[in-house]
């Protein structure tokens, strides 16, 4: 069924750690900003009926001047978890039968529809909430508070976490509910006890998080 995917598109960060003038998800890159990039790209999966970009608030004018009827812009908050909150209950305000919901950073301006798609057909599949994953391919080690290391997690059993996630609109508002604040929404997912299933992620969602990461996605719109 078209339509029974809304997507929410967390935009409402600084980019402390890229630095550049404006927030993160407006820097240009090749030509348009990393938050067309993803709206762009999101569209292209047919799935997907409703887009909601929750950008900062001195943005909002702006971004729904640009967008049109293509998005709804809502105004974010202080942490992502705020932030995701707020643009998940926009989403069913619009929609409020809708089905699944898609969490996606902005940042991952790169990530291929297909991934998308294998979140979506997890969903399809029964799944409750989905997460793409990648091995990790640094050891990683513990520390303390002194930077003395204290362990070495078993690697085989770590794994790196990527956007989109997915969910059943109940589940995530049932974790939404709790007030919690994680750095990923299926961290809230799983604190009550809800599988979370993986799909496999794809480096090319990477997030643009620093400089170097810019400089990375530069390059492969140049030379892909
Ligand atoms: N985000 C958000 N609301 C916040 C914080 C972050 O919507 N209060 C969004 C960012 O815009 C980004 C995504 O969540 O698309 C992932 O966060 P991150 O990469 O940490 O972006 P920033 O928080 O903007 O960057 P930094 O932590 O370096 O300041
Ligand atoms: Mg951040």
């Known amino acids: 069924v078209l339509g029974d995917v809304v997507a929410v598109v967390s935009a409402a960060g600084r980019g402390l750690r890229l630095s550049e003038a404006t927030p993160k998800a407006f820097v240009q890159l090749a030509g348009k900003t990393l938050l067309r990039r993803t709206v762009d790209a999101l569209s292209a999966v047919g799935d997907v009926g409703l887009i909601v970009l929750v950008v900062p608030q001195e943005m909002l004018a702006q971004v729904t001047a640009e967008f049109g009827d293509g998005a709804l812009a809502v105004s974010g908050g202080v942490e992502r978890t705020h932030s995701v909150r707020l643009g998940m209950h926009a989403a069913l305000g619009v929609v409020p039968d809708a089905k699944y919901v ?87 997912v799983e604190s009550m006890g809800v599988a979370v299933h993986t799909v496999l992620g794809d480096p090319m969602a990477f997030k643009i998080t620093t400089p170097l990461d810019l400089r990375l996605a530069q390059t492969l719109l140049e030379r892909p």
Do not use: W, Y
């Not at 798609?117 to 080690?141: H, M, S, Y």
């Open 102 to 188: 898609l969490v996606h950073d902005a940042a991952r301006v790169l990530t291929p529809p297909q991934l998308v798609r294998d979140v979506v057909a997890a969903l399809r599949g029964g799944a409750e909430a989905v997460v793409p994953v990648l091995p990790l391919v640094d050891t990683i080690k513990t520390v303390d508070a002194n930077g003395m290391v204290t362990g070495t997690p078993d690697r085989s059993s770590l794994r790196a976490v990527q956007t989109p996630q997915g969910f059943r609109v109940e589940v995530l508002r049932r974790a939404h509910a709790a007030e919690l604040v994680a750095t990923d929404d299926a961290g809230l």
